[in-house]
Structure formats: structure tokens, C-alpha cells
């Protein structure tokens, strides 16, 4: 079974013998339910394609969870030659059958086709560094006295998530060391926390420890109504406290503006990751209960980012905005 990632193209083939067919069929079952059925007339002595991964990709449903186990569907691809044109006719030799969890991950160009999830297992679902020894770091921050919490796969190809309670600096998992950094944030409190699904298609929790602002702003539509009155035995009239330009269709949206603090170079895949994200959510403090913190999603208004280096710019750090993602105003129906 393969782990592939489902936002850049999986190609699934199929050899086309000398003779004897001219079409093939390609099954796409995703999690146990017969969804696609594709036809392909072909040429001898070819290979057939097909690309499974928007299909797939339909039935994946990224929610937040909070256990941060990495979200995938089961799909199974089978192609079957056929000696008729259109599917037609009679099975030509065995099928091929590919057995695949699809995730809401993606390659880049240079991984070339038919990107997978990770390399190896185990291994943390987040980006990682490559030491001078050839072996891989895991470095992530996190505030004093909060958790941090690392997605995985095992060896076996479960999918769990580590949690680090909110003091130690350092913990092995299947012999893979995490370094945690810990930020005493006394000027801005322990800052704000963003949650995206990245490259590997699991949740990961970015935080953002420097100053942060929020913004609201409102759109609304207006028209210009009639308020005089006719009484009975008197000229016309109107009232000055009833408006004759009004004012309807309301909306509002809030932003959020938030800095990141400094971070070790490394981790500027972390933001690359998080502005290519389609799913992000942030904490904010309920309006009942500002001591309490709710998950609501959001999406990364900043469009572009210049990444810094120590070299060009000693210290790293990124401002981003954020963009609730729904009006303020509730107009749910």
C-alpha cells in the first residue's frame, strides 16, 4: 500500500500488449465504494494512464481533529484490457490492481510524478532538517507550559500524533530525537496559534509569538426611501429621526495580523507550507469566555512572502495576515 498525495497527479498504468486489445477500463473504488468507472481506447504496444487524484481527492473531507492524526481515504485502482474498443468485448489477461491512502498532500516539481506522502517510516509528518552527519533534525517552537503536538507514521504505517506536555525540551520517538524550543512570551502573552493541514497532509501547529492585531471591516448596500406622512387635515410631514437613506445587507469580516517572532532558518519550509495550505485554523478567545480558546478556520490573506536567511537578514521573522473565514456577522441558513 502506498501513501500518495492526492493534490498533484497520480498517475495509475497499465502495459498494452502487441495484440489482442483496444481498450482498457479503470475502476476507482474509494473507501469501499465503487466511485468512478473510466474508459481508454489505446494503441498496441503502449502503456495506458489514468489520473486518480482530483477524483479521489473529492471524497477526502479535511475536518480539524483534534487527536492531529493525518486525514486520508482508502482508494483501490483497478485497470482491465479489453479486446473491444470501448470496454467492449472480452477481459484480456489480469488486472491490475493499485491499493493506495490518499491524502491532502502534494509533491513539488522537482519530486517529479506521482509524489507519496513521505520517503521512509518512521517519521514525523513535518518538515525536517538534514545535519552535516546525513541524519534528519526535528525542531518546532513552543511556548512555556504548552504542549506541542507531532504528527507521525509508524513503521507499520499507523498514523498517530505525538503530545509533548508543556515542559520538556526534548523527546525520541522510534529512535527520531525532537528538539523542542521553548519561548518565554512575557510581553505578548503565549501567543497565537495556527493550525494547517502541510505538505504531508496532517494537521501542524505553527505558532506566532510576537505582537498581533486585529482588524474588523464592513461592507453594506444603502437606497433612499420615502418616510414623509400623510395625516388627516394637515400639510405632510416626516420625522427627522427616521432616516430617508437606509442602510442593509451588512457584513463584516476580521482579520488578523500576527508575528511570528524569530525562528531558526530551517523552519521557513514552515511557511512555505502554511501559505500553500487550502485548510488553516487559528485560536482565538471565545466571546463568552475570553479565557477560553476556540478553533475557528481562517484563510492566509497574505499572498506572498519573501524568505529570509541568516545571512541576508540575521534574524527571521514573518508578519501574515489572516482572514476569517465566514462573515461576522452570522447569516448561516
Same mark, same amino acid.
Given at each position: 500500500?502506498?501513501?500518495? #498525495?492526492?493534490?498533484?497527479?497520480?498517475?495509475?498504468?497499465?502495459?498494452?500488449?502487441?495484440?489482442?486489445?483496444?481498450?482498457?477500463?479503470?475502476?476507482? &473504488?474509494?473507501?469501499?465504494?465503487?466511485?468512478? *468507472?473510466?474508459? =481508454?481506447?489505446?494503441?498496441?504496444?503502449?502503456?495506458?494512464?489514468?489520473?486518480?487524484?482530483?477524483?479521489?481527492? $473529492?471524497?477526502?473531507?479535511?475536518?480539524?481533529?483534534?487527536?492531529?492524526?493525518?486525514?486520508?481515504?482508502?482508494?483501490?485502482?483497478?485497470?482491465?484490457?479489453? #479486446?473491444?474498443?470501448? +470496454?467492449?468485448?472480452?477481459?484480456?489477461?489480469?488486472?491490475?490492481?493499485?491499493?493506495?491512502?490518499?491524502?491532502?498532500?502534494? +509533491?513539488?516539481?522537482?519530486?517529479?510524478?506521482?509524489?507519496?506522502? @513521505?520517503?521512509?517510516?518512521?517519521?514525523?509528518?513535518?518538515?525536517?532538517?538534514?545535519?552535516?552527519?546525513?541524519?534528519?533534525?526535528? *525542531?518546532?517552537?513552543?511556548?512555556?507550559?504548552?504542549?506541542?503536538?507531532?504528527?507521525?507514521?509508524?513503521?507499520?504505517?499507523?498514523?498517530?500524533?505525538?503530545?509533548?506536555? +508543556?515542559?520538556?525540551?526534548?523527546?525520541?520517538?522510534?529512535?527520531? *530525537?525532537?528538539?523542542?524550543?521553548?519561548?518565554?512570551?512575557?510581553?505578548?502573552? $503565549?501567543?497565537? =496559534?495556527?493550525?494547517?493541514?502541510? =505538505?504531508?497532509?496532517?494537521?501542524?501547529?505553527?505558532?506566532?509569538?510576537? !505582537?498581533? &492585531?486585529?482588524?474588523?471591516?464592513? &461592507?453594506?448596500?444603502?437606497?433612499?426611501?420615502?418616510?414623509?406622512?400623510?395625516? *388627516?387635515?394637515?400639510?405632510?410631514?416626516?420625522?427627522?429621526?427616521?432616516?430617508?437613506? !437606509?442602510?442593509?445587507?451588512?457584513?463584516? !469580516?476580521?482579520?488578523?495580523?500576527?508575528?511570528?517572532?524569530?525562528?531558526?532558518?530551517?523552519?521557513?519550509?514552515?511557511?512555505?507550507?502554511?501559505?500553500?495550505?487550502?485548510?488553516?485554523?487559528? /485560536?482565538?478567545?471565545?466571546?463568552?469566555?475570553?479565557?477560553?480558546?476556540?478553533?475557528?478556520?481562517?484563510?492566509?490573506?497574505?499572498?506572498?512572502?519573501?524568505? !529570509? &536567511?541568516?545571512?541576508?537578514?540575521?534574524?527571521? /521573522? @514573518?508578519?501574515?495576515?489572516?482572514? /476569517?473565514? @465566514?462573515?461576522?456577522?452570522?447569516?448561516?441558513?
Amino acid at each position: 500500500m502506498a501513501d500518495i #498525495a492526492l493534490r498533484s497527479p497520480q498517475f495509475k498504468h497499465k502495459e498494452i500488449p502487441a495484440s489482442g486489445v483496444l481498450s482498457s477500463v479503470c475502476t476507482v &473504488t474509494v473507501d469501499g465504494t465503487l466511485r468512478y *468507472t473510466l474508459t =481508454k481506447n489505446v494503441e498496441a504496444s503502449t502503456s495506458v494512464n489514468f489520473d486518480i487524484s482530483e477524483l479521489a481527492r $473529492d471524497y477526502l473531507e479535511i475536518q480539524y481533529k483534534g487527536n492531529f492524526h493525518a486525514q486520508y481515504v482508502d482508494i483501490v485502482t483497478t485497470i482491465t484490457n479489453y #479486446a473491444g474498443l470501448n +470496454g467492449q468485448g472480452t477481459a484480456v489477461g489480469t488486472a491490475t490492481t493499485y491499493t493506495d491512502r490518499g491524502f491532502e498532500a502534494y +509533491g513539488t516539481f522537482t519530486e517529479n510524478s506521482n509524489p507519496v506522502v @513521505y520517503p521512509t517510516r518512521p517519521r514525523f509528518l513535518i518538515a525536517d532538517e538534514l545535519n552535516s552527519s546525513g541524519s534528519f533534525n526535528i *525542531t518546532v517552537l513552543a511556548p512555556q507550559g504548552k504542549a506541542a503536538i507531532l504528527p507521525n507514521v509508524d513503521l507499520s504505517g499507523n498514523l498517530s500524533a505525538l503530545i509533548v506536555s +508543556g515542559t520538556p525540551t526534548s523527546v525520541v520517538w522510534n529512535g527520531i *530525537t525532537v528538539t523542542i524550543k521553548r519561548i518565554d512570551c512575557t510581553k505578548y502573552g $503565549d501567543g497565537k =496559534k495556527v493550525i494547517f493541514i502541510n =505538505k504531508y497532509g496532517a494537521q501542524q501547529e505553527l505558532w506566532f509569538f510576537l !505582537k498581533n &492585531t486585529t482588524a474588523i471591516g464592513r &461592507t453594506n448596500e444603502g437606497f433612499k426611501s420615502n418616510t414623509i406622512t400623510y395625516p *388627516t387635515n394637515n400639510h405632510a410631514t416626516y420625522s427627522n429621526r427616521n432616516a430617508p437613506n !437606509k442602510v442593509f445587507n451588512t457584513q463584516a !469580516k476580521r482579520t488578523h495580523s500576527l508575528s511570528s517572532g524569530y525562528y531558526p532558518e530551517f523552519a521557513n519550509e514552515f511557511f512555505e507550507q502554511l501559505l500553500l495550505s487550502e485548510y488553516v485554523w487559528m /485560536e482565538i478567545p471565545s466571546r463568552g469566555d475570553s479565557r477560553v480558546n476556540i478553533v475557528t478556520p481562517v484563510k492566509v490573506k497574505t499572498s506572498s512572502v519573501n524568505f !529570509k &536567511t541568516s545571512v541576508n537578514d540575521r534574524l527571521i /521573522e @514573518y508578519t501574515m495576515e489572516f482572514e /476569517e473565514a @465566514y462573515d461576522y456577522i452570522n447569516n448561516i441558513r
